[in-house]
């Protein structure tokens, strides 16, 4: 048997490994290295960055040639249940508080999809017992078939990734599509785009409404369960919502209040989210490199006053008017970095101080100098990180790299 992997990266590679235990000869392509593909291959498994309309695939389509996804490739040889995480923000917490709580409550537990840990790489290990939580892209949802999750839960669908989708209706729809492979949805009521839809088997939360999940006066309900905010370690609106999600699918699975309890209180949050590096003569630094949206920016603004904003990366297609207003209440002054630079500039210059930096270094040092004790320089780009750095870690790493230099020059 013979099978065609798109794409050399961690996805792709777990989906040759896998194949070629099941018996079959891979051959593993990328465009940067093209090979000679075969003309009629028993089936071929493309990475979620290989879009639907690559040549490749629109020509084995053509032939009739399967062509599946890497999650659906590892669902066909998975077992157990699944609960399947997926929005335009948020998605990654969501993914790892679930997984926290499930491990912390004795459960055989898996993580992985868009999380940074193909699926492909652990499907056969898992079983009938198991609980698998997977984070989902738009691009991993575009390519389910015969996928099936016991729970799903859709935080939120604002615009992104207009460089791949034509349309922000074309991109819902590839997030929705999740709905038609779940046994349960969990969604946002508060989300436009989610809030009219109504199944029997879709269940709510809400910061401003009554729902199966709510928030009010500084708690959040579900049932016979209640908790004050202020207790948990996340902080943030955006996380708010992270805990409501999480809540609907733990109950969902019959897990204790207590247990659930344990769960939310033993977890810190990932790195690179609304992260505290240091504070230096009273300014804060704060490290959202995750922030690669619109959305994204738009909530970590939510979180803070007196900001003094580094923003900018790869241009991915977004309109950031939509911020102005947020921009005139909480920001002092914007640095600007990357592709986008001089878009924060003419979107932003004439209600703030926008400066533009060439690199992280000299951006930091910008906004220092723009502060005053009691502000926050926030690290929160609202664009993708690849016209300067290998991925938004990597940004994140660079700049606490830049403020642990800062620091340093300041203490002598």
Known sequence: MKAVVLGKGKSGKAAAELLEKKG????LYDDKEPTKLPDFPDLVVKSPGIPSYHSVVVSYKKKGIEVIGEIELAYRYFKGKIISITGTNGKSTTTALIYQVL???GYKTFIGGNFGIPFSSFAEETTDDSITVLELSSFQIEDLKDFRSSISIILNITPDHMNRYKSFEEYVKAKLKLLGHSEFCILNQDDPVLRNLNRE?????SRKRKADAFFEKGKIFCKDFKIEVELLPLKGIHNVENYMGALLALKKLKLSNEK??????????LPHRTELVAEINGIKFINDSKSTN??????????????ILIAGGSDKGLDFSSLRKLVRERVKGIVAIGETAEQFKKTFS??????ISDNIFQAVKTAYKLASSGDVVLLSPGCASFDMFKNFEDRGEKFREAVKLLEEKIAG
């Open 201 to 205: 088997n879709f269940f709510f939360f």
């Open 260 to 269: 659930i309890l344990n769960g939310f209180k033993t977890f810190y949050g």
């Open 24 to 27: 079959y000869k891979v051959i």
């Open 294 to 307: 619109v959305d994204s920016l738009k909530k970590a603004l939510e979180s803070y006053e007196d900001i």
């Open 350 to 355: 004439d209600i703030v101080d926008v400066r």
């Open 103 to 105: 491990k912390e409550a």
